[in-house]
């Protein structure tokens, strides 16, 4: 789609609003043309007012939409940056729905966090009814996703509330898998290729625990969910896994980890010995994550297993002992239908795990279902059957007592949808929720962990990053010292503020 801009140059916001309203379409920065899908966005100010016009063209038709808000100050920046993409958003929105003939299912909402808004809301003692009609009258959010969204805030909420002062989430990635999936965009070294790196890695990642076990000690916090991610952490072998899990058990104070996950996923790395080296390390959850129960499809993702092989490594965790499995679906997958993704979550259902989240398909940068332009891409399911799967899925889960509890979405998502996760009563995962509504800090360690610090009073947040590929972070040992040091004086510092 054509992005023309005059008199601003805000090229995010038109991206997102695009990608809300158009996911399927892709920006190119140029003047609108006739005969081709586009969109003209002017902003100018005038007689105390601000005013975003803009002009569309879409599938032949021609569309016009403006929004505007008495003239501020440009003295603060942020105020004015976010004023103006406010109402240009919402001018490219209106004329977006009245090409369209309908409202997408997140209104005019673009963002990652759909949650906040009615968090938010609530904090500030709206009551949920009140801040129900924000999302659907102010936010044009639908019905469905507005109670969507008020589950996962009340989660959210309860959540925050159960959190102390002093306590941090802990991520460890394993940036391997034994193949790559179609879909994913993820670093992770496909371990077939990479063997020899899984060592070295381990060796750093061993420093790293006992770095960061020291300086969280330093600055008087504790572990208050531990997740164990990827990649995928059952590419390591039991032994490996052994060691890894056993310092970790070793270093951190874990008195008051109240959830540990280790995440399994792909059901040809789940063996019974890797299983019980997780149960030993004192995981009580694990995901296995079969994505679809359709052979064709998991032929189609470059999956090696079959559905049968997901059942399996199921009854394998029970055996064992782990008393919270997690499963992921994806609606949306190429060769899927509607048809075949119910019988999916029909067959995840009856083996009745605590949780299930259920994805829509995101085209990611990276994943081989994106392409690169050079032939023709995946052949998808529509928007419409999507939506289909989606309604199937909230239907069916709430009828097996199944609640939504976190939320969050994503850049070219089929349908401009969402990703849920789905719990039983007691049983949603605390580690989630933390991470997606940003509750408080989480430390990350391994390949391309990502370290958020965040300030309890102010909602501000600094972000730390370790190498993102495998063989760069074998060679970065002083880097991890440096950034969980820093981390650690952050904290120390909160404590310090009171």
Request: contains cysteine.
């Amino acid at each position: 789609m054509r992005l023309e801009f005059q008199g601003h140059d805000y090229k995010y916001a038109a991206e997102q609003m695009m990608l809300t309203l158009f996911p399927e379409e892709r920006p190119q920065y140029a003047p609108l043309v006739e005969g081709e899908n586009g969109v003209r966005l002017t902003l100018e100010e005038a007689d105390g007012v601000l005013l975003a016009q803009a002009e569309l063209i879409w599938a032949g038709q021609h569309t016009q939409g403006e929004a505007h808000t008495p003239a501020i100050s440009r003295e603060d920046a942020l105020v004015w940056d976010r004023t103006c993409q406010r109402i240009l958003k919402l001018a490219f929105y209106r004329a977006g729905v009245t090409a369209l003939g309908k409202e997408p299912p997140w209104g005019t909402l673009t963002g990652v966090r759909p949650v906040k808004i009615p968090t938010r809301a609530m904090e500030r003692w709206a009551s949920p009814q009140e801040a129900r009609r924000e999302l659907e009258e102010v936010y044009r959010v639908s019905p469905n996703r507005a109670e969507l969204a008020m589950d996962c805030a009340q989660a959210s909420l309860a959540a925050k509330r159960s959190l102390r002062e002093d306590e941090v989430s802990l991520y460890i990635g394993i940036p391997f898998c034994p193949t790559r999936c179609a879909y994913c965009s993820f670093v992770s070294a496909d371990v077939g290729r990479t063997m020899k790196l899984l060592s070295p890695f381990l060796e750093v990642l061993l420093q790293e625990v006992d770095i960061t076990a020291a300086e969280l000690k330093r600055a008087g916090y504790v572990v208050r969910t531990l997740y164990v991610g990827g990649g995928t952490p059952t590419t390591l072998s039991a032994p490996q896994l052994e060691t890894l899990l056993g310092r970790v058990g070793e270093q951190f104070d874990l008195s008051r980890c109240t959830e540990y996950t280790v995440e399994a996923g792909r059901p040809d790395t789940i063996t019974a010995d890797k299983l019980a080296a997780i149960r030993r390390s004192g995981a009580q959850r694990v995901s296995v994550n079969p994505q679809t129960m359709q052979d064709s499809v998991l032929a189609a993702m470059g999956r090696a297993h079959t559905a049968r092989d997901i059942v399996k490594a199921f009854e394998l965790v029970r055996a064992v002992g782990i008393p919270c499995v997690n499963m992921d679906l994806i609606a949306g997958l190429p060769q899927d239908t509607p048809e075949g993704f119910c019988s999916s979550l029909d067959q995840v259902l009856a083996l009745v795990p605590e949780n299930v989240t259920v994805h829509t398909l995101a085209l990611k940068k990276g994943s081989r279902l994106m392409g690169d332009g050079t032939g023709e891409g995946p052949i998808l399911p529509t928007a419409q059957a999507v939506e289909e799967m989606l309604s199937y899925a909230w239907t069916a889960l709430r009828r097996e007592d199944y609640r939504p509890y976190y939320l969050y979405r994503q850049k070219y998502m089929s349908g401009s949808f969402e990703n849920v996760g789905w719990s039983r009563p007691g049983w949603e995962s605390l580690y989630n929720i933390c991470m997606m509504e940003e509750l408080h800090t989480i430390l990350s360690l391994g390949g391309g962990g990502v370290t958020k610090l965040v300030h309890p009073h102010t909602g501000r947040i600094e972000r730390l990053a370790n190498p993102k590929y495998p063989h760069e972070y074998v060679e970065s040992l002083e880097k991890l010292r440096r950034g969980k040091r820093q981390a650690a004086d952050f904290l120390a510092a909160l404590r310090q503020e009171g």
